[in-house]
């Protein structure tokens, strides 16, 4: 089933949409944009960047001089507390009051590194915060939001490393939506959908980019984005607050090798948004399974990325390079970090 030369669509289990493959299209003449690549030349410390350690933010408090990781809540948070409670049911004019907390997440004290950059005991570091800032905002809010944009091209706005944590009681609309697919499969199957998945591919394996005894990294067959991967637990947990000293060791090796390859496919710092998918915290039950969602949008170079335009916006999802042809690329860049051959 590794072999697909003919258009067509393949169905996202934990969403139900579906997505338009195309790969006869792979070879045709390419005049799209280019955007300037970003230089390698940052500092270690930048006296004017507001995440950088003993800098003051834009509320005017200062950071602590840190080690590892640092959070603080968002100066400028899309969510806050709301003390108004308001809803409306109307067909075509429903909404609803929210409240909710938004953090971000320091990776490290360095300026200028990256995720890939970071050593297993730094990785391990931001994997530790992760679970601290999930435990502690579990107890208060249901849907809890990691995430990190990285990369201008993805409106990050800071280069200094950092990820952000959004938490909520509302469920937003690819959790309520993976929620209900999970919970349906594991209705009709009686076994959770991507520990069903992750077994399929671990057999099949041509979408395999990485696996260790506790995770798993594929681009799934159903991907939109050209690069995009699935990070899945290979134990039966629900959500990052579960992560045992182990997991999170294996996790950090999966994190390393999957972002330097990444960075080795284009020769440049790969972006892309990812994050936690964690089951919603008043339904931790064995039909959700805990996982990570990576989107990088470059397609053809360090400058040259995919849009989702046109038929994208107005149809489905639509791509040209398989999922398979994309796994190869990945399987084949190395896992040594390019910058250490410079
Ligand atoms: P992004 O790079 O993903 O946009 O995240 C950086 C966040 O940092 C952004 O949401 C916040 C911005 O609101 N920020 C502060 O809270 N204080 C600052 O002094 C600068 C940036
Ligand atoms: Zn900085």
């Not at 099949?204 to 690069?227: C, D, I, M, T």
Request: charged letters at 20%.
């Amino acid at each position: 089933m590794d072999t697909f030369e003919f258009t067509h669509r393949r169905r996202n289990p934990l969403t139900g949409k579906w997505i338009l493959v195309s790969p006869h299209r792979n070879n045709r003449p390419w005049l799209g944009a280019t955007e300037s690549v970003a230089n390698d030349t940052l500092a270690a410390h930048d006296p004017s960047c507001p995440l950088c350690p003993g800098n003051t933010r834009a509320n005017g408090e200062v950071n602590p001089v840190y080690s590892y990781t640092h959070v603080f809540k968002n100066d400028f948070g899309a969510l806050t507390q709301q003390e108004v409670s308001e809803e409306a049911n109307d067909p075509l004019f429903a909404h609803e009051t929210t409240s909710g907390e938004c953090r971000v997440m320091c990776f490290s004290p360095e300026h200028h590194k990256t995720l890939p950059e970071l050593s297993l005991t730094e990785l391990t570091a931001v994997i530790d915060t992760w679970q601290q800032q999930y435990l502690e905002l579990a107890m208060q809010y249901k849907c809890i939001q990691i995430f990190e944009n990285k990369g201008a091209i993805m409106g990050c706005s800071q280069p200094h490393p950092h990820g952000q944590i959004w938490a909520h009681n509302h469920l937003s609309t690819e959790i309520s939506t993976e929620d209900t697919e999970q919970r349906a499969y594991f209705q009709q199957h009686g076994r959770s959908l991507l520990a069903d998945y992750a077994q399929r591919e671990l057999t099949q394996k041509s979408r395999v980019v990485f696996a260790n005894a506790h995770w798993l990294v594929v681009v799934p067959f159903w991907a939109a984005w050209p690069f995009e991967t699935l990070l899945i637990s290979l134990d039966d947990i629900q959500h990052i607050g579960q992560l045992s000293q182990e997991q999170k060791e294996t996790l950090a090796e999966a994190l390393q090798i999957l972002t330097i390859k990444y960075d080795n496919v284009f020769n440049c710092s790969f972006p892309y948004s990812m994050g936690w998918h964690n089951a919603p915290t008043d339904s931790e039950q064995p039909y959700w399974r805990l996982h990570a969602h990576f989107y990088p949008p470059l397609l053809r170079s360090a400058t040259v990325k995919k849009h989702m335009v046109g038929y994208e916006m107005l149809g489905e999802s639509q791509r040209d390079l398989t999922a398979e042809t994309a796994a190869q690329i990945l399987q084949a860049a190395s896992v040594e970090h390019y910058k250490k051959n410079k």
